[in-house]
T-cell receptor
């Protein structure tokens, strides 16, 4: 089915470890986003991309890096995970018609 | 930064009831989204609207641009409607999300 696919769905990391979350979309959307969702808060934008080869910082970018080497993929990296990065991460893509979200990645940093 | 407020935060109702969830925002926008998130699940876009009213099945969304207010209505509510409903507004700095309304429909 067309849409946004996130991998992995779940992950437990130890403090200081690194990992990469992958987001893939097959709708040829230009815009892609990474959000985090924490209890009692609305989704917050980490980084976004307006096209292949471009990235920009969102509201809460510290501790994260991103890359958009191919139009269909948007990668979110944690170089040195911290407990404060325990969250549910959502990727989304958009065009004029609206947004499509992935199913989320639940990350726990211990 | 736009401030997005949703009410109520939590709502429990009986099957068949008419449900209204409200969203207000502080700064003018180009569009407003209503999203649905089931427990432990992903986020699904229900509506995107910039004026007037949209209907899809038992769901109706309205927006009043002058009053900076939108409502999501569910007619003939059903237990499968139990979810978190999120309002998000599109402004100059992208989407700003409300904290969500947690809806439980009891059989």
């Amino acid at each position: 089915n067309a849409g946004v696919t996130q991998t992995p769905k779940f992950r437990v990391l130890k403090t200081g470890q690194s990992m990469t979350l992958l987001c893939a979309q097959d709708m040829n959307h230009e815009y892609m986003y990474w959000y985090r969702q924490d209890p009692g808060m609305g989704l917050r934008l980490i980084h976004y991309s307006v096209g292949e080869g471009t990235t920009a910082k969102g509201e809460v970018p510290d501790g994260y890096n991103v890359s958009r080497l191919k139009k269909q993929n948007f990668l979110l990296g944690l170089e040195s995970a911290a407990p404060s990065q325990t969250s549910v991460y959502f990727c989304a893509s958009s065009e004029m018609q609206g947004y499509t979200f992935g199913s989320g990645t639940r990350l726990t940093v211990v | 930064k736009n401030e997005v407020e949703q009410s109520p935060q939590n709502l429990t109702a009986q099957e068949g009831e008419f449900i209204t969830i409200n969203c207000s925002y502080s700064v003018g926008i180009s569009a407003l989204h209503w999203l649905q998130q089931h427990p432990g699940g992903g986020i699904v876009s229900l509506f995107m609207l910039s004026s007037g009213k949209k209907k899809h099945g038992r769901l109706i969304a309205t927006i009043n641009i002058q009053e900076k207010h939108s409502s999501l209505h569910i007619t003939a509510s059903h237990p499968r409607d139990s979810a978190v409903y999120i309002c998000a507004v599109m402004g100059a700095d992208g989407l700003t999300f409300g904290k969500g309304t947690h809806l439980i429909i009891q059989p």
